[in-house]
């Protein structure tokens, strides 16, 4: 059962990282910058990288939340979307329709391409977001995304005014080591 394994191997890294947050946060230091799994694409392709957002975080002072970590998702435009995506559901082949933050609140979305070998699990919650960037524009073939497990998924779609500033870290989802 290798999807499973991946799936429990996915579950465990995330129960880790919570500790390690949480660990953190006594201590009051935080991560430099968020890194975002995004779908991008390059000639005509599309393709999966991994981005450190820049700038990263910064001290905040807005009131109710002062002297934690803040850090700006850009500029985003039109109409926020709510959508509930049942289990098992298989979204096919498809182009993100605009620019946009992805946010995965709930259920494990699982990406993958039609020109390259690179995939993305994605499990909802605090490294849910991703960025959808491979238009029909810039993809002819865009991308697949299947929810293979029984839980259901509740995503927020947030179109974007502009890319968010960034550094590309790697080509390829990011990876355990590099989420919250
Ligand atoms: C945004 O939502 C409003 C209210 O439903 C609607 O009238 C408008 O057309 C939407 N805008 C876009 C660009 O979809
Ligand atoms: C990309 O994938 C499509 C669908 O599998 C295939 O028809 C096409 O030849 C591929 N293109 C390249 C450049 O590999
Ligand atoms: C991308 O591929 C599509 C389908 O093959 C083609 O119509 C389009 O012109 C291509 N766009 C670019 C920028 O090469
Ligand atoms: C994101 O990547 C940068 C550069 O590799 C790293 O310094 C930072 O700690 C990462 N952020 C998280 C939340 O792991």
């Known amino acids: 059962m290798p999807l ?32 975002i799994t995004t779908l991008t694409a390059h000639n005509n392709q599309s393709v999966l990288e991994c ?23 850009g500029s985003v435009t039109n109409n926020a979307t709510n959508l509930l995506i049942p289990g098992e559901y298989d979204g096919g082949r498809h182009n993100a329709p605009t620019n946009q933050w992805v946010i995965f609140l709930s259920g494990v979305a699982h990406i993958t391409l039609p020109n390259s070998t690179d995939d993305a699990w994605i499990v909802g919650g605090k490294n849910g977001a991703i960025l959808a960037l491979d238009t029909a524009e810039v993809s002819a073939l865009g991308h697949y995304t299947t929810y293979p497990t029984e839980e259901s998924t509740v995503v927020l779609e947030i179109a974007l005014k502009e890319i968010p500033g960034h550094r590309v870290l790697h080509s390829g989802a990011c990876g355990e080591g590099e989420l919250l």
């Open 51 to 73: 981005w450190a957002l820049d700038p990263g975080y910064s001290t905040s002072a807005q009131a109710g939340v002062s002297g934690t970590a803040m850090l700006n998702l």
């Open 4 to 35: 499973l394994h991946t799936l429990l191997t996915t579950f465990l890294a995330a129960a880790a990282s919570t500790t390690t947050a949480l660990a953190a946060s006594t201590t009051n230091t935080f991560p430099s910058t968020l890194n």
